[in-house]
Structures are given as C-alpha cells and as structure tokens.
C-alpha cells in the first residue's frame, strides 16, 4: 500500500461544476499538506498549503484536511477550462522540505 | 515564494552521452532537491543537493549516475551520466520554502534516443 493514494483519474468536468479532488494517506505524523497544479510540459506550483487540521479558502479553491480520517480534499467552485491540469496532494511530516510525500496526481479535464 | 529556472529547458541526446542540467534560485535558500518524473507519474526525489558537500542520495540513485553540485546557496546542477533510453524523463529542480512547501523550475525534458 502506498503512503499517499490519490485517484488518477482522469476527472472530466462541465465548466462551472464543482471539484472534489482527495488524498488519503497512512502516515499518521504528517502534519504539512500541500496541493501543486502542474500544466502539461510544466513544473508543479504550489495551489495551496495547510498546516495540521482545517480548512483554508482562496478564491475558487478550498483544502481541507481531516487528520482523524487521514483524508486531504482540494475543492474547486466555478471550475473554469483554465483548470485543467494534473493535481498533486504532497504531505511531509516536518517543515524542512526534504521528506515531502507526493501523491500521484489526478488529471482533471474541465471541458467549455 | 522562490522562483526557479532550469535549464535546458529540453534536449535530445545520443546513448552514452553526459547532461547537465543548471538550476537557479532567485533567492538564498537552505535547500535544493532534484526529482524525476517520468511520463504519467509522480515525482520520484533523487538526491538532496548539499550546499558545500556531498549531495544525499535516495535509494536507487547513486552519486556516479547521478552527480550532483550546490557551489552556493543559489545554484546547483545535475548531471545524468552515460544516458540509456531508460533516463528519458522529465528532471525536476526545486527548493525548500521553509514551512515544508517545495517551489519548482519549469522543469528539462530531456529524450535519451
């Protein structure tokens, strides 16, 4: 079993929908949570990044992160064709960077 | 925010040769990492870039493969050695944020024909 499990997808979606995409994970220590965009022949950007438990919104996108359930959830309201990329959950269990825990991304299609 | 740049952006080599890929950070960081992703996966971490010594290398990658320098606290470079078809891939440099975010470069393609 892999540490993180993220659904591959792909996730085709009318423009204007709402996205759901999830994480779980087994790694009980992770406390930093990371999602990354990353375009076709692109390097990942960083969407959003959570520390410990929560929800955090910005604009269109919303992570939430459920610790007792080992579940991290990457919301996308009004998804617009622009959103069509490949998503990364990334998780780590300190704040240096160096044991970040990448999941396999979810390709998602938001079709005009 | 740090803002990374790769380069070669890509390139095409012939079996046997030797590439090096040079990353720069707009800024001083404390550190840098090199990943692969190959076509339709993930990332894969190969080596932590050490600034002033010896890079540390993840399982399955090793320093004569793989040789790896950070003359600073902006810069690094990756080489991939003796190239088989097998090295084709995407090579991925990034550097740490600080709260345990990685930023990335645009990334090098690069095709081992």
């Known amino acids: 079993q892999k540490e993180v499990e993220q659904d591959p997808g792909p996730l085709s979606v009318p423009e204007g929908a709402i996205v759901s995409l999830n994480c779980t994970y087994s790694n009980s220590a992770f406390q930093y949570f990371m999602w990354y965009r990353q375009y076709s022949r692109k390097g990942p950007e960083l969407l959003m990044y959570?520390?410990?438990?929560g929800n955090k919104e910005d604009g269109r996108f919303t992570a939430q992160v459920d610790k007792s359930s080992k579940y991290i959830s990457l919301f996308i309201r009004d998804s617009q064709p622009s959103d069509s990329a490949t998503y990364l959950c990334a998780m780590s269990d300190n704040n240096a960077g160096n044991m970040l825990t990448f999941g396999g991304g979810t390709r998602l299609m938001v079709k005009p | 925010s740090a803002v990374i740049s790769q380069k070669p952006s890509r390139d095409i080599c012939q079996r046997g040769t030797s590439l090096t890929i040079q990353c720069q950070v707009d800024?001083?960081?404390?550190?840098m990492f090199w990943y692969r992703q190959q076509p339709g996966q993930s990332l894969t971490l190969i080596a932590t870039?050490?600034?002033?010594?010896?890079?540390?290398?993840e399982s399955g990658f090793v320093i004569d493969k793989f040789p790896i320098s950070r003359p600073n606290l902006t810069f690094s470079t990756l080489t991939v050695s003796n190239m088989s078809p097998e090295d084709s891939s995407i090579y991925l440099c990034?550097?740490?944020?600080?709260?345990?975010?990685?930023?990335f470069g645009e990334g090098s393609r690069l095709t081992v024909l």
């Open positions: 800024s001083q960081v404390t550190m």
């Open positions: 959570t520390y410990s438990s």
């Open positions: 870039a050490n600034q002033g010594s010896e890079a540390t290398y």
């Open positions: 990034s550097a740490a944020g600080g709260r345990g975010e990685l930023f």
